[in-house]
């Protein structure tokens, strides 16, 4: 054990505790961008990504920054959570902080990192239900063919004509595009069911606006 200075210690972990604050402040820009109706989920993701982003730092994150002499990448003492020995951290970054004060500085970067990526893409990406009917006469059977093959590229097939996914808006535009030559506007029917939480959907027709799935709410 190494002779540890009060002040640097403080310090280290005053600065430890503004980075950690700064989730919040990134949870109140991430909800007053995002609808009023999703505020509970900005909320809750912000905290379980960093619960688990900081869990995965002690597991591997520490180890892999300054496990070794390896100037690349850390390999030993990965798993620190398991370990009652942690001297030869002793001298990592400074001496005179106690090495937890050092894991935990370095943590709550990586648990705010992981924030501001999750909260980029906050109603961003949709939980999309996309169900269709196709007619079968003359080349019904072809488009029919065509639309399934690429929802199958974009989504995962559920039964028969219903696919699931979660997209983003430019893949679902892109879907949209893939698939319009192939949707006969008089005669098919490609409903799309969208949410950031499954029970809440925002419905769009792609062909005729005959609605027979008002059941499925």
Request: hydrophobic letters at 45%; a neutral charge; proline letters at 1%.
């Amino acid at each position: 054990m190494g002779d540890f200075s009060i002040i640097d210690t403080f310090w280290v972990f005053l600065a430890a505790i503004l980075v950690f604050f700064m989730n919040l402040g990134f949870a109140a820009v991430e909800a007053g961008f995002a609808r009023s109706k999703n505020t509970v989920n900005i909320l809750s993701k912000n905290f379980i990504v960093f619960a688990v982003s900081s869990i995965g730092y002690l597991l591997l994150g520490w180890g892999l920054m300054f496990g070794g002499d390896n100037p690349f990448i850390g390999t030993k003492s990965l798993f620190i959570l398991g370990s009652s020995d942690n001297s030869f951290y002793d001298n990592t970054l400074t001496s005179s902080v106690p090495f937890w004060g050092k894991v935990f500085f370095q943590m709550v970067f990586c648990g705010t990192a992981a924030t501001i990526v999750s909260g980029a893409v906050a109603e961003r990406i949709k939980y999309v239900i996309m169900v269709y009917d196709v007619c079968q006469n003359d080349n019904g059977r072809k488009r029919w063919a065509h639309i399934f093959k690429t929802c199958k590229k974009y989504m995962s097939h559920i039964q028969d004509s219903v696919f699931e996914g979660e997209l983003s808006n430019v893949q679902l535009t892109k879907m949209q595009k893939e698939l319009e030559p192939y949707i006969d506007e008089t005669q098919d029917s490609v409903i799309i069911f969208k949410s950031r939480q499954q029970r809440w959907l925002d419905k769009e027709f792609w062909g005729k606006k005959e609605d027979l799935t008002s059941f499925m709410l």
